[in-house]
C-alpha cells in the first residue's frame, strides 16, 4: 500500500493532482445540489417572479 | 420531435433532472473504469515513471474546459439568435464548471510539469491560453454578476462568451503554431496513438466520466438556475414540496 501511495517518488505530484480534482468534484456536487434545494424551497415561498429593479439612474431625457 | 418544447422552463426542468441523474450514474462508474485502468492496467513509463499516471486527469479535465467553452458558446448563439432563455440559463450554468475545468487542468499540469520538466509553470504557448480561457470563463462569470437586469445579463455574457471563443482553436494548435514547452498532441485522429493501448484507454475513459460529470453538474446547477429565476411562477409552485428540512 506505501508503495502505491508513494507512486515511486511522485507521490506528492500525483496525489496533488488527483486529489485537487477529487475536492473540486466533491464539492461541486455538494454545491449545485444545496443550490438547487435552496432554489425550490425558495421559489414554492414567492407570490410571484420577483420584477427586476427599476435602473437607479435614468438617462437624461432629450429635450 | 418538438425540441422547442423544452425552450419553455417547466418542461426543461424535469428533462434536466432525469438526464442529470443518468449522467452522474455514468460518470462514477466510467470514473471507477478509468481509474482501474489507469492505475491497475496501464504501464508504468518508461521515461517518466509513474508521474505520467496525472495525464488520467490532466487531458481530460483539458479537453472539458475547452469543449465546455464551445458549448457554451453554442448555447450564447442559440440565446441571441433565437432569444430563447432557456439557452441562456444553460450557458450561464456552464460557465463555472468550465471555470473548474481550466482550473484543474492547469493544476494538474503544473503537478505533472515539475517532474517532467522541473518547473510548476512557464509562459508557454498553451499553458498561457489556457489561463486566459479560464479568465474568460471568471470574466463571463464576473460580467453576469455586474448586471443586475438577468435577461440583459444574458445578452453580454452570450456575447463575451461568443467572442471569446476565438481562444479555443489558439489553445487547440497552440501546440503546433509555436514551439514552446508543452508537448505536442498525445491523440490525433490523423495519426496512430503514440502511447500504449491500455494508457490510451484509460484516458479515453476518464475523458467520458469528465464528459459525463460536467453534463450531470451542469444540468443541475441550470434546474437551480431555472427555478431561481422562475421563482414564484405557477409550475414552480406545483412541484412537490420537497421533504426533511426544507420549510
Not at chain 2, 432563455?85 to 468550465?98: E, F, N
Not at chain 2, 509555436?178 to 475513459?205: D, E, F, I, R, Y
Amino acid at each position: 500500500m506505501s508503495g502505491f501511495l508513494s507512486m515511486g517518488g511522485y507521490g506528492f505530484y500525483v496525489w496533488m493532482a488527483y486529489g485537487a480534482v477529487a475536492l473540486v468534484v466533491l464539492l461541486e456536487s455538494l454545491a449545485v445540489r444545496a443550490r438547487r434545494r435552496r432554489a425550490r424551497v425558495a421559489g414554492q415561498r414567492d407570490e410571484a417572479p420577483a420584477a427586476p429593479p427599476a435602473a437607479r439612474f435614468e438617462p437624461p431625457s432629450r429635450a | 420531435m418538438n425540441w422547442f418544447k423544452y425552450a419553455s422552463p417547466a418542461n426543461f426542468y424535469p428533462l434536466a433532472g432525469r438526464i442529470a441523474t443518468v449522467a452522474a450514474v455514468a460518470a462514477a462508474l466510467l470514473a471507477v473504469v478509468g481509474l482501474y485502468l489507469g492505475f491497475a492496467v496501464a504501464p508504468t513509463d518508461a521515461t517518466q515513471g509513474e508521474a505520467y499516471r496525472i495525464i488520467f486527469v490532466h487531458v481530460p479535465t483539458a479537453w472539458m474546459a475547452m469543449f465546455t467553452y464551445l458549448v457554451m458558446a453554442g448555447w450564447s448563439a442559440f440565446a441571441l439568435g433565437l432569444n430563447t432563455r432557456v439557452s441562456a440559463m444553460m450557458a450561464q450554468a456552464l460557465a463555472p464548471t468550465g471555470a473548474l475545468m481550466a482550473f484543474l487542468a492547469l493544476w494538474s499540469g503544473a503537478f505533472w510539469g515539475r517532474p517532467a520538466w522541473g518547473t510548476y509553470w512557464a509562459w508557454d504557448a498553451r499553458m498561457t491560453s489556457t489561463l486566459i480561457l479560464l479568465f474568460l470563463y471568471l470574466g463571463v462569470i464576473a460580467l453576469r454578476h455586474a448586471i443586475v437586469d438577468a435577461r440583459r445579463a444574458d445578452r453580454a455574457c452570450a456575447l463575451l462568451a461568443l467572442v471569446g471563443a476565438v481562444n479555443v482553436p489558439i489553445i487547440y494548435f497552440s501546440v503546433r503554431w509555436w514551439n514552446t514547452l508543452h508537448q505536442g498532441a498525445s491523440v490525433s485522429l490523423a495519426a496512430a496513438p503514440k502511447m500504449a493501448a491500455t494508457m490510451l484507454a484509460g484516458m479515453l475513459v476518464m475523458s467520458l466520466a469528465a464528459w459525463c460529470y460536467c453534463i450531470a453538474v451542469s444540468l443541475v446547477r441550470a434546474q437551480a438556475i431555472v427555478l431561481e429565476r422562475e421563482a414564484g411562477a405557477a409550475w414552480v409552485r406545483t412541484l412537490p414540496p420537497l421533504a426533511g428540512r426544507a420549510a
